[in-house]
């Protein structure tokens, strides 16, 4: 990452940049080597009136300072025409700001059509033309950032701002779907909560609290979400005074108000477990309205299976939890069972807890998944009723996300959870959610996803796909940018058992592998998967575990401990993915990847 954000050969639309916070974005922007749409109608503060003075006297600021800058004096709500602008002048557009915007305050009793309308014109019809204009460019070129204006009026309601706040939020909505829809085509989508001095807060702040609210606070945070380095999109970023947060909403854990799918909810329920629905104990953000829905299957599981006792009591979801504890004895022993060693430099942080470096391996978080189900019944239950083979079940494939710095120790909450049950005709595969969380600060540390094959338990009607399987990736057709290969030991599942709580006795006992089909004892699947990790980290990480971020990978054949493992890789962007062989050229680890947050490669490194 270079030390200074710079947008050379990048083309900028700002909205509303005649002055205020667009002004301060137009100025920087032009400053860092970027091309400036100058977009204002020059209006008054209520909407009345247009004039170029406004947008003129910024074009001529940034001209006078050497940088380039056009002018347009059009409504937001003739978006095309801004956009015409930028392709006309400089022939292209990279980013996006939507930041015009009026006030009509109005109690809500007083509060017109008229004054409804024409707020919710200015910010949110302006803002959707706009950058529907703008959204061909960015989808053809695979490449655009748009950065859309909230309020806190919006996210926290405001005396006499009904029309503002409401219009606001729309733009919350807006950008959240513009985020998943723009996925595919590069295109990432932000929401800024500014507080700033300008002519619309003039007499809303208290003076003395104005003057220190400079746009120019608030310009470097839109920059950085608007830089080609950044990734973020469907983020909404509170910022003020040269301070910046995330905003995001979040879901209370809830409860059942029926004791089973057969009985009605009555408002009765409701009264009784009042207090349990507004608890936020255990509130967390759903990442997604796949996540947010499939939470809810969790409610018919439960209803389905009569283990409400709500009605009358309060209860909550049937959770399936562990709590573990770990320092560096167990994250060493983890180390050393997925093959670290001392004589490895690139090892040795995570085998000596005095290293200057003392690291617990990232991927260590992945053995909390399996440790949880071995602990609890909830297999069990997601197969109730049904005749399965449990020493045949096996890992299928596997995700996780590093959410926060992994701790050199900590009591670690694990929450897992049913996603799906999915019938694939002979096997049956199993979708289960697991989080990590630090038990005492209740900081979520990790995400993952598990899906497990039941072998010879489908057939049963079930649903045959999900939107909660793993997302699948391909792999590079072309040759491997390179390879790295290590021997596993004879004794390596056993060691893994340790490290790992697994202790699943088809990894080491010859009889329960051959009852789950297999001719030997078999090495976990994270086991391996660890020892690709390292290769990873190795080989494009410089060996440094803060720079991992997430993992994905799909166990396609047993390996046999003694078995050396070769982890084929290829670097795209942020992203490596990888394929690991045994001995005999067999895939047992396949469509994997690793994405870093940085890419950092050894000068003796051959690639
Ligand atoms: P400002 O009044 O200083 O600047 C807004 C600019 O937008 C003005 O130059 C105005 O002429 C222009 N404009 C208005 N209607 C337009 C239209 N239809 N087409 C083109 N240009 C138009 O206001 P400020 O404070 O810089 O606000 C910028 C944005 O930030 C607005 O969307 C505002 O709602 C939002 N905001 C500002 C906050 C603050 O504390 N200043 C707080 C929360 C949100």
């Not at 004791?259 to 759903?286: F, G, I, Q």
Request: hydrophobic share 40%.
């Amino acid at each position: 990452m270079s030390d200074s954000l710079r947008f050379d050969g990048k083309v900028v639309v700002v909205t509303g940049a005649g002055a205020g916070l667009g002004r301060a974005y137009a100025l920087l922007f032009a400053s860092r080597g970027a091309k400036v749409v100058v977009n204002d109608l020059g209006g008054g503060r209520h909407g009345d009136g247009s004039s170029t003075k406004a947008a003129d006297a910024v074009v001529a600021e940034i001209t006078s300072a050497g940088g380039e800058a056009a002018p347009n004096y059009d409504s937001v709500l003739d978006g095309q025409k801004i956009i015409e602008t930028a392709i006309i002048n400089f022939g292209r557009i990279d980013i996006l700001i939507n930041n015009a915007g009026i006030l009509r305050d109005k109690s809500f009793v007083k509060m017109t059509d008229q004054d409804w309308d024409l707020i919710h014109d200015v910010h949110v019809k302006g803002s959707m033309v706009t950058t529907r204009a703008a959204w061909p460019h960015f989808r053809k070129q695979r490449y655009g950032k748009v950065i859309f204006t909230a309020s806190n009026s919006g996210l926290y309601g405001n005396f006499g701002q009904a029309n503002y706040s409401a219009a606001k939020m729309a733009l919350v909505g807006l950008s959240n779907t513009l985020a998943i829809e723009g996925n595919s085509a590069n295109i990432k989508t932000n929401v800024i909560v500014p507080t700033a001095g300008s002519r619309l807060t003039e007499d809303i702040l208290p003076p003395e609290f104005f003057n220190e609210l400079r746009p120019e606070f608030i310009a470097p945070v839109v920059m950085w979400l608007c830089h080609e380095d950044c990734n973020e999109t469907g983020t909404i970023i509170e910022t003020a005074l040269g301070w910046a947060g995330k905003c995001h909403l979040i879901r209370g854990n809830g409860t059942v108000l029926r004791k089973s799918l057969k009985d009605a909810v009555t408002p009765e329920n409701v009264r009784n477990n009042w207090d349990a629905v507004l608890n936020m104990e255990e509130a967390k953000r759903c990442e997604s309205i796949a996540e947010a829905t499939g939470e809810l299957m969790n409610v018919v599981d439960i209803l389905g299976s009569s283990k409400s006792d709500a009605g009358g009591e309060q209860s909550g979801v049937i959770k399936y939890s562990m709590k573990n504890q770990y320092n560096f004895k167990q994250a060493i022993l983890y180390a050393l069972s997925i093959g670290a060693k001392c004589r490895d430099p690139m090892d040795f942080r995570y085998i000596y807890e005095h290293h200057s470096d003392f690291s617990v391996v990232p991927c260590y978080y992945m053995i909390f998944g399996p440790a949880t189900l071995m602990e609890t019944d909830i297999v069990e239950r997601a197969f109730e009723g049904r005749s399965v083979n449990f020493a045949g079940i096996v890992h299928g494939e596997q995700y996780m996300k590093v959410l926060q710095k992994i701790p050199t120790e900590a009591v670690v909450e694990t929450k897992c959870k049913i996603l799906d049950v999915l019938d694939k005709g002979r096997n049956a595969v199993l979708l289960i959610e697991h989080e990590s969380f630090n038990a005492e600060t209740g900081d979520k540390l990790t995400t993952g996803r598990i899906a497990a094959i039941a072998k010879g338990a489908g057939g049963f009607g079930g649903p045959k796909r999900s939107h909660h399987e793993i997302p699948g990736v391909e792999t590079p057709k072309r040759t491997p940018d390179t390879s790295y290969s290590e021997q596993t030991s004879p004794d390596q599942a056993a060691l893994y058992r340790l490290s790992s709580g697994d202790f699943n006795p088809l990894h080491v006992d010859p009889n329960i592998a051959e009852m789950g089909g297999f001719k030997q004892p078999i090495l976990h699947g994270l086991c391996s998967l660890g020892f690709a990790t390292r290769h990873v980290l190795k080989t494009f990480a410089g060996g440094d575990p803060e720079l991992f971020e997430s993992i994905r990978a799909r166990f396609s054949n047993p390996v046999v401990p003694g078995q050396t493992l070769r982890t084929d890789m290829w670097r795209d962007g942020n992203r490596i993915h990888f394929q690991c062989f045994v001995d005999n050229n067999t895939p047992v680890i396949s469509n994997a990847y690793i994405d870093l947050k940085e890419v950092r490669i050894g000068k003796k490194a051959k690639l």
